[in-house]
Antibody, heavy 121, light 108 residues
């Protein structure tokens, strides 16, 4: 069965950096696009980033463009989110999610359980 | 950016009732690129519908998605206790992908 397990969350000061990881299993990782989605405490869902199956194209929400970078290592079945210049408003649970397609984005069909990032002095 | 507005914000219902949730887009969503998710407290979202009206794997036929263009609905028939949750719509027709603000369905 599809499993996505995020790690790397924690508490970081404003302006700091953090790298999240998402280890995938139960499907042929290299064939599918991957998303990051976040949810601030008590709030709704916000799409953050998408990467194609081969890493050739990446897309970002305006709120994180230039600060966050999505990457993947298909040999390790893992997708990453490098987060720099963090702000208090980046505080959220970060979910990785699988796309049913590989080339262009569509919806998210499987989600991990999320990892909490807290940006606070 | 396409803005999705969900209504109502909150509904209080009893098990066995039928409910329709609404999701309106600020412009037409291409090729019915609209999905619905269910989220329970402390859990990740769960895919219910994609392509506006296609049920995801293992989703019971009590859940029916409909609509096109800029107006979409999710109807849940015969509410079961496990259906009380927050529901979100997602547009994925173009970037950026956007979610609606959610509709909370709670027990009366």
């Amino acid at each position: 069965q599809v499993q996505l397990v995020e790690s790397g969350g924690g508490v970081v000061q404003p302006g700091g950096s953090l790298r999240l990881s998402c280890a995938a299993s139960g499907f042929t990782f290299r064939n599918y696009g991957m998303h990051w989605v976040r949810q601030a405490p008590g709030k709704g869902l916000e799409w953050v980033a998408f990467m194609r199956y081969d890493g050739s194209n990446k897309y970002y929400a305006d709120s994180v463009k230039g600060r966050f970078t999505i990457t993947r290592d298909n040999s390790k079945n893992t997708v990453y989110l490098q987060m720099n210049s963090l702000r208090p408003e980046d505080t959220a649970v970060y979910y990785c999610a699988k796309d049913p397609n590989g080339y262009n984005w569509s919806y998210m069909d499987y989600w991990g359980q999320g990892t909490l990032v807290t940006v606070s002095p | 950016e396409i803005v999705l507005t969900q209504s109502p914000g909150t509904l209080s219902l009893s098990p066995g009732e039928t409910v329709t949730l609404f999701c309106r887009a600020s412009q037409s969503v291409g090729s019915s690129s609209l999905a619905w998710y269910q989220q329970k407290p402390g859990q990740a979202p769960r895919l219910l519908m994609y392509g506006a009206s296609s049920r995801a794997t293992a989703i019971p036929d009590r859940f029916i998605g409909g609509g096109s263009g800029s107006d979409f609905t999710l109807t849940i028939s015969r509410l079961e206790p496990e259906d009380f949750a927050v529901y979100y719509c997602l547009h994925y027709g173009n970037s950026p992908l956007t979610f609606g603000g959610g509709t909370k369905v709670d027990i009366k």
